[in-house]
């Protein structure tokens, strides 16, 4: 992986509680899709056809925030020819080997329940679950509703401790850790704004954009819950990064994926 300069990029990995957050980054699998026509593109505007899944961890004083859970476990496995989907690492055995268990985890929250990004979730069922109230009736109440909802990925939640979202949500209470409203690919849809001390504000995407042509054309994909939710999702989250001068990050760009540094290095 590309190193970034010293200022941006912690040297050491040691682990503790630190009042500034901490963003730790995991490779939590990989999807190819030969036909992009589904993400609202022509296959003649885009050459992308992998995307990376991602997996984050935020440090917070002694508190720690899992965001987004990757593919489902069982995918783990080197990767077979012709694969569509591949995950080498679980986040699980990732996390171990940082010393950290699930259980550590003080709290889940995901951009939104589709099975790419909550394939790990019912290992932190534990975790107080952070949730808008929308997508948890859209996943929880109502799945059948959306086919790529697999509720067996995070059935144990239902017990979890919760707060209910209404809108944009302080995770930590201080601004360091936000929370963004952002419906339309689903109905609870959210992206999550860090405030780090040394690389700066960023903006994690969820899926409200897929690939770089997406947010460059304003694509919506055919599978949204509302199209024109996203696109004024779209218009609210660029203007919080032009009014912050946060990085912004398309979770899924596996060519920006090539240039970070992952855990057990982390961003600050």
Known sequence: ?????????????????????????????????????????????????????????????????IWDAGLPLDVVGPRQADATSWYENSIVDQLAAMDISPDDVDFASYSHFHFDHVGAANAFANATLLIQQTEYQAAFENPETNPVFRPALYSDLADSDKIMLQGDHDVFGDGSVMIISAPGHTPGHQVLKIELENFGPLVLSGDLYHFEASRRLRRTPVFNTDAEQTLASMDKVEALVEETGATFWIEHNLQLAQTLNLAPAFYD
Do not use: Q, W
């Not at 300069?5 to 730790?24: M, N, T």
């Not at 939590?28 to 992009?36: E, K, N, Y």
């Not at 296959?43 to 899944?53: A, G, P």
């Open 1 to 65: 992986m590309k190193k970034l300069p010293a200022f941006i990029f912690a040297i050491s990995f040691s682990f503790g509680a630190h009042a500034d957050p901490r963003l730790y980054v995991f490779d939590c699998g990989g999807l190819s899709f030969p036909d992009v026509s589904a993400f609202g593109l022509g296959n003649d505007e885009t050459s992308v056809r992998e995307l990376f899944v991602p997996c984050y961890l935020i440090e917070h004083d002694d508190r720690l925030m």
